[in-house]
C-alpha cells in the first residue's frame, strides 16, 4: 500500500528497555521526520534526515537513536527508555518542497507508555 | 531562537467563521504551513503561505503578513467535523524544509 506506515501502532514498554519504532513510506521522499506529542507541548522534533544515511538532531534528540539506510525507513531507537518517553510518536516524510508546498505526510503513530 | 504563538483553545458555534491566528519569530522565514489533527489522528496538511496575502480552498483560507510576521487561518461555514487542533509551522531555512510547530489550537464548534 502506498503511504507512510508505523509500528507498532501502541507499545508497553518497561524503563531501560531498548525498543525500536519503525517507520517507512513508499513515495521516496527524501525528508523523514519524528516528532513526539505530548500535551501542551505540540509536536515536538526529535531527528530528521535529509537522505539515506543523512541524519540530523532537532529540538529534543536526547534518548534516541536513528538511523537510515534505505530511503523507505527511518527506525526510531529507544536505547534504555525512561517514564518520560512515554508519549505519542508521528513519523513524517516531506519531498523536501520539490513540488512546492513543503507538505509534511504523516504516518498514523505509535503509542508509546514506558512503566 | 524560533517561537510560534496561537491561542490555546478557540470556540464557535456551527455556520460560523473562526479565525485562528499565528504570529511567529524565526531568524528566518520562507513559509507558514497550516496542519490539522483530530483526537486521535496525525496530523494532515491544510495550507502553505510563502508569500504574503490570502489562499482560499473551499471552505479554509490562510492568510500571511510577512512584514508582521503574523498569519491566520480562517475557517467558514463551521461544522462539527471541523473540531479538531489545529497546528501553524514556520519554514525557517532556505533550500530545505525543517518546520518549527506551534503548540496547536484546539477548535471546538458548538451545534
Known amino acids: 500500500d502506498a503511504g507512510i506506515t508505523q509500528s507498532p501502532r501502541y507499545k508497553i514498554t518497561e524503563t531501560g528497555r531498548q525498543v525500536t519504532l519503525m517507520c517507512h513510506q513508499t513515495w521516496s521522499h527524501s525528508y523523514m521526520f519524528w516528532y513526539r506529542q505530548d500535551l501542551g507541548h505540540g509536536l515536538r522534533l526529535i531527528y530528521y534526515?535529509?537522505?539515506?544515511?543523512?541524519?540530523d538532531k532537532g529540538e529534543v534528540p536526547d534518548g534516541y537513536v536513528v538511523s537510515r539506510s534505505k530511503t523507505e525507513n527511518f527506525p526510531l531507537t529507544l536505547e534504555s527508555a525512561t517514564r518520560s518517553q512515554t508519549s505519542v510518536y508521528f513519523c513524517a516524510s516531506s519531498d523536501g518542497g520539490a513540488q512546492g508546498s513543503y507538505e509534511q505526510y504523516f504516518g498514523p503513530g505509535t503509542r508509546l507508555t514506558v512503566t | 531562537g524560533q517561537s510560534l504563538e496561537q491561542p490555546s483553545e478557540v470556540t464557535a458555534v456551527e455556520g460560523a467563521i473562526v479565525q485562528i491566528n499565528c504570529t511567529y519569530q524565526t531568524s528566518g522565514f520562507y513559509g507558514l504551513s497550516w496542519y490539522q489533527q483530530h483526537d486521535g489522528g496525525a496530523p494532515t496538511f491544510l495550507s502553505y503561505?510563502?508569500?504574503?496575502g490570502l489562499e482560499e480552498t473551499g471552505r479554509f483560507s490562510s492568510f500571511l503578513s510577512r512584514s508582521d510576521s503574523y498569519g491566520y487561518l480562517l475557517l467558514q461555514e463551521l461544522q462539527m467535523k471541523d473540531s479538531a487542533s489545529y497546528f501553524c509551522a514556520v519554514r525557517d531555512q532556505g533550500g530545505s524544509y525543517i518546520p518549527t510547530f506551534g503548540r496547536g489550537t484546539s477548535l471546538i464548534v458548538h451545534p
Open positions: 503561505n510563502a508569500l504574503d
Open positions: 534526515s535529509a537522505a539515506a544515511d543523512i541524519t
